[in-house]
């Protein structure tokens, strides 16, 4: 019988392994998925995440690194995950079935330029592709992070990243999270990275008012605003775990 630890060892060389096997197969779809995200966002597009279970956790994670910060301090960049609003998920699924629930509100927030990045394991959840169905019509491009052979959501999406040395779903999740954190810290760099050194062009629209300071990214038109007050710097905040 297998002990504890050799079964520890075996499920941690199996994670080690998919991953060295997805970097194998997908380096080249990864750098393209970064640029992609990285223009999205200097056109004034935004991104929006969708899956279910593991795969919802996943998109509210990478959306929150997004719209907060990965590692080094920049604006804020315009990121939704279409799992946290609960009473939009829940009237959907009620009054026209759990099917489209990503659907309807992908067809109320997207516009042509955005990213979608669909997540799912089997690439087979019925709530998915229908959303991807929407993005298509709506010239939204798509990046599809899932599992397996693939499934349907492999001839859907723009961008394939498919996570294909194993059936178990814990093992692609474990190597789906890698790949948000590695297109979040990317995008960063491209965006905000070599900008400190002269180089890239900035972002348009919302994200680049804010790096800029204009105070209309972030006060109401209408709102009275009032002459700023001189500050000390203050040192960026370091990353606290989660």
Not at 22 to 30: D, G, R, S, V
Not at 86 to 96: E, F, G, H, Q
């Amino acid at each position: 019988m297998e002990s504890v630890q050799a079964h520890i060892n075996r499920i941690f060389g199996e994670s080690v392994a998919t991953k060295l096997r997805f970097l194998e197969e997908n380096t080249q779809a990864l750098a393209g998925v970064v640029r992609l995200i990285a223009d999205a966002f200097r056109a004034g597009k935004k991104v929006l995440l969708f899956g279910n279970g593991g795969s919802a956790a996943d998109a509210q994670h990478i959306a929150a690194e997004f719209t907060n910060r990965m590692l080094m301090e920049r604006p804020p960049l315009p990121a939704i995950a279409l799992t946290t609003d609960t009473s939009a998920l829940t009237s959907i699924a009620n009054d026209y079935g759990y099917v489209d629930v990503f659907a309807k509100q992908v067809a109320a927030l997207g516009q042509p330029g955005d990213v979608a990045i669909a997540i799912s394991t089997s690439g087979n959840s019925p709530n998915v592709l229908a959303a991807l169905r929407v993005c298509r019509d709506k010239k939204i491009h798509t990046v599809g992070l899932t599992g397996r052979d693939g499934g349907q959501m492999a001839s859907q999406v723009d961008h394939l990243l498919n996570v294909s040395a194993t059936g178990k779903t814990p093992r692609i999740q474990e190597t789906h999270i890698l790949v948000g954190h590695t297109i979040c810290e990317l995008v960063d760099e491209a965006l905000f990275g070599a900008r400190r050194a002269g180089g890239a062009p900035a972002p348009a629209g919302p994200v680049a008012r804010a790096r800029s300071g204009d105070a209309r990214a972030v006060i109401p038109s209408g709102a009275k605003t009032t002459k700023p007050r001189r500050s000390k710097t203050r040192k960026a905040p370091t990353r606290r775990g989660r």
